[in-house]
């Protein structure tokens, strides 16, 4: 049974910084990602990691991710947090490797996490 479990998130100021972390287990997964939604918008993918890295355009250069492979870990370091990051985040796994054009994709990937919240304040 497949299990992924986000932890991190909270509430900052614009600027600020949060580390997400969702810890994995069930299978060995080598295509991940983060996703996000806002109450009322489409889920968004933020930044995908497979054999390459993709991020979104509006997180590139604030948000880095990696993955823990010997404790089956990935991390999302988030900084210069600015409200419009304000969303639920998701952990998003797949046991295939996928192409980087479909990293961000919400149909790549067949297991998710319960998500955690990022709140940011101006």
């Known amino acids: 049974q497949a299990q992924l479990v986000e932890s991190g998130g909270g509430s900052v100021q614009s600027g600020g910084s949060l580390t997400l972390s969702c810890a994995t287990s069930?299978?060995?997964?080598?295509?991940m990602a983060w996703f996000r939604q806002a109450p009322g918008k489409e889920r968004e993918g933020v930044a995908g990691?497979?054999?390459?890295?993709r991020y979104t355009d509006s997180v590139k250069g604030r948000f880095t991710i990696s993955k823990d492979n010997a404790n089956d870990v990935l991390y999302l370091a988030m900084t210069s947090l600015k409200p419009e990051d304000t969303a639920m985040y998701y952990c998003?796994?797949?046991?295939?490797?996928?192409?980087?054009?479909?990293?961000?994709?919400?149909?790549?990937?067949?297991?998710w996490g319960q998500g955690t919240q990022v709140t940011v304040s101006s």
């Open positions: 069930g299978y060995s997964f080598v295509s």
């Open positions: 990691l497979s054999s390459e890295i």
């Open positions: 998003a796994a797949d046991t295939r490797y996928n192409s980087v054009s479909v990293l961000l994709n919400v149909d790549t990937y067949h297991y």
